[in-house]
């Protein structure tokens, strides 16, 4: 078992930065899988965190990127880290000239972090990080395998973040449970309901994705129909605050009072995210 | 239309319906009579236009006037319609799109009030975004009369807000009573507190380019309990000028004029009876 990647650049080990920051706003506790081209941050909590699947295309963001899996034939690790760890140790790297990312044995496993700082004298100075990870065995990795998507009723790409945020910022002071519909015509709906008041907003003219699974039942489904999910206000707005990627577009997938799904799309990654749903 | 709207054009089924271009326009008035914990307020719509007042510890009365030219619309089916709203929720729905202007966009509102027992209506749209909002109404409650007329008012003094601002931005908060003093000679106008860390006072001199007009007639120092006039900062915040006047009981009553984004003027009033128990020692 071996892994080591290299970051050369600054602007790389930002966007890494940033990658591991928005991990860590939604979770403490995640599994890191790593394959011969990719790595994966994957947190499994359908009950209350919710289901989240980030995806990164290691080759394009590391320099220098090698991994000896667990086995021959099953050539990957996963390991249980704590992103926080992770992100206050690349925030030293700010920096930095580069920073090596090792999977080392010290006193226990350790994702060991070398990051190269350098110096007005010349000599580079290099600091190492050691975070505690735990390898896990081959029968837990099926609890982490990617998400199967259901059919959706509803996909729709989301306004602005900025425009929701606001919004969902005033609802969460009227409410605390936030109803989340779309339609397959473009619009999509932001509604809360409190004893004293039911403020819904309206987003039209959005684009709709086209669903893999259109021929399902869907079809038959009237387009205008809104579809939709509550969630609790609080984690949805903790969501979209800790997104520090900006990500080029964000789809919106619905299952009717079932599933809550987001799509996030990057350059060279994808993080996909389910929320909890909160039954009515 | 798949998205209802629970306003339809049946304007004519609603006491009251109203149409302005700048949802900020009111929400900036409105926030000047926000109190933090007394948070509903008592609507009373009329021909000249809407009026809204917040009580608190039946000492204060804070009221505002929006008049009815500030709208681009304006109907009323009956002579006057009274309810009370959640003032706080009112003003998160008209803010729903964010309070400060971002990229020239502005949130236009129409409201609409069908009658006794029925919610009050909004429909705010920004960029093509359009709110929906329907919020509960209450009973109203008598408000109360403080009896200020002009007639008995000893001491007047109108001033532009800005040289106020300052001072009661630094009010020191520990002490529990802020005392005005005014008088036709000197010190004409002083406000003093006495908090944890010691007194502190204010002067401001009558004959400044601040002041407007000054018409003191008799030397008059009443304490007014600090936490009720807190709430009145926020309407001198956003005022251009102020009229400060007393009557011979020692209530207070504070004006703002307020200026809006486009230019209009709306009213904000305070009144606040004075604080007892200092007055029987003096």
């Known amino acids: ?280 | 239309m798949s998205l209802s709207t629970q306003q339809s054009d049946e304007d004519g089924q609603h006491v009251l319906s109203l149409r302005v271009d700048n949802a900020r326009n009111v929400a900036m008035v409105l926030k000047a009579i926000h109190f933090k914990d007394r948070e509903l307020a008592t609507f009373c719509a009329s021909e000249n236009g809407l009026k809204v007042t917040v009580e608190d510890a039946k000492c204060v009365q804070a009221n505002a006037f929006i008049q009815s030219n500030i709208f681009q619309e304006y109907y009323m089916q009956e002579d006057t319609a009274t309810f009370k709203i959640n003032l706080s929720v009112l003003l998160e729905c008209l803010t729903i799109f964010g309070s400060n202007p971002m990229g020239g966009a502005t949130p236009a509102l129409k409201m609409s009030y069908g009658g006794y027992g029925s919610p009050l209506l909004l429909m705010l749209e920004e960029s093509g975004v359009v709110t929906d909002c329907s919020i509960k109404t209450l009973e109203p409650d008598e408000m109360l009369d403080f009896n200020f007329c002009s007639a008995n008012v000893v001491n007047k003094i109108i001033m532009k807000s800005d040289c106020l601002k300052d001072a009661f931005q630094e009010l020191d908060m520990t002490s529990e009573v802020i005392e005005i003093l005014l008088s036709p000679d000197k010190p004409y106008f002083r406000l003093s507190t006495f908090g944890h860390a010691g007194s502190a006072y204010s002067d401001f001199p009558k004959d400044s380019d601040m002041v407007e007009s000054f018409q003191c007639t008799q030397t008059q120092s009443t304490r007014y309990k600090l936490c009720l006039l807190k709430p009145s900062i926020k309407a001198l915040m956003q005022s251009s000028k102020v009229s400060i006047r007393t009557d011979n009981r020692g209530f207070l009553s504070l004006q703002y004029m307020i200026r809006n984004e486009d230019g209009q003027i709306s009213f904000v009033e305070y009144y606040c009876a004075p604080d007892e128990e200092y007055d029987e020692d003096g």
């Open chain 1, 1 to 280: 078992m071996r892994f080591r990647a290299k970051i050369f650049d600054v602007g790389t080990i930002e966007q890494f930065t940033r990658v591991v920051g928005t991990i860590a706003k939604l979770t403490q506790l995640c599994v890191l899988r790593i394959t011969s081209d990719r790595m994966y941050f994957i947190l499994n909590d359908k009950v209350s965190k919710g289901h989240l699947w980030c995806d990164l295309q290691a080759l394009n963001l590391f320099s220098e990127f090698s991994m000896e899996g667990i086995a021959e034939d099953a050539n990957e690790i996963y390991m249980e880290v704590n992103p926080d760890d992770l992100l206050r140790a690349l925030k030293t790297a700010q920096t930095a000239k580069s920073v090596k990312i090792k999977l080392t044995k010290k006193f226990s496993p350790c994702l060991s972090l070398d990051v190269e700082l350098p110096s007005r004298t010349g000599h580079s100075r290099t600091i190492t990080h050691d975070i505690p990870v735990i390898v896990m065995p081959r029968r837990q990795w099926e609890e982490y395998s990617e998400p199967t998507l259901p059919d959706f009723d509803a996909t729709i790409c989301m306004p602005p973040l900025k425009v929701i945020r606001t919004v969902a910022e005033r609802m969460k002071n009227l409410g605390s449970y936030l109803e989340l519909s779309a339609n397959q015509s473009g619009e999509m709906r932001l509604r809360v309901e409190s004893e004293q008041v039911t403020v819904s907003t309206h987003f039209r003219n959005l684009e709709n994705p086209d669903l893999d699974n259109a021929d399902s039942q869907n079809s038959q489904r009237d387009p205008t129909d809104l579809v939709g999910a509550r969630v609790d206000i609080r984690k949805f707005i903790h969501f979209l605050s800790g997104q520090q990627l900006n990500p080029a577009k964000i789809i919106c997938s619905i299952v009717d009072n079932r599933v809550m799904h987001f799509f996030l799309l990057h350059e060279d990654l994808s993080i996909q995210y389910s929320m909890p749903i909160i039954f009515t």
